[in-house]
């Protein structure tokens, strides 16, 4: 089990082991980041992992997780964009004490 330096935004730079970290990969993009549990603070910590990180994480044996983009990314878009004067009125609807039954009969 390999020793990794990371470092906590609140309690700074830590020594973890590689079961104390995960590296995230999108199978879309190649992105990458990884995380961890801080044990001082047990603050979850997400960071940026480039190709030299990743590269460097997954051959010390970090538990890899590969994820996909949302699907609905790749639907084609229709309408017009939503604006600040659909999210009031969508946010005064939701107000209203009979707002599903509204929204229901309303199309």
Known sequence: ???VRASCPTCGDLELTTTDLRLEICSDTGGSTYSF???NCRLIVNKQA???IKELLASAGVQIV???LPAELAEPK????????D????H???AQESWLQ????RN
């Open 1 to 3: 089990m390999a020793t």
């Open 87 to 90: 999210l009031l009125e969508f």
């Open 92 to 94: 005064f609807e939701l």
């Open 37 to 39: 549990l801080c044990p």
């Open 66 to 68: 590969r994820w996909d």
């Open 50 to 52: 480039g190709p030299q």
């Open 78 to 85: 229709q309408g017009p964009p939503i604006t600040y004067d």
């Open 102 to 105: 509204h929204m229901i009969t």
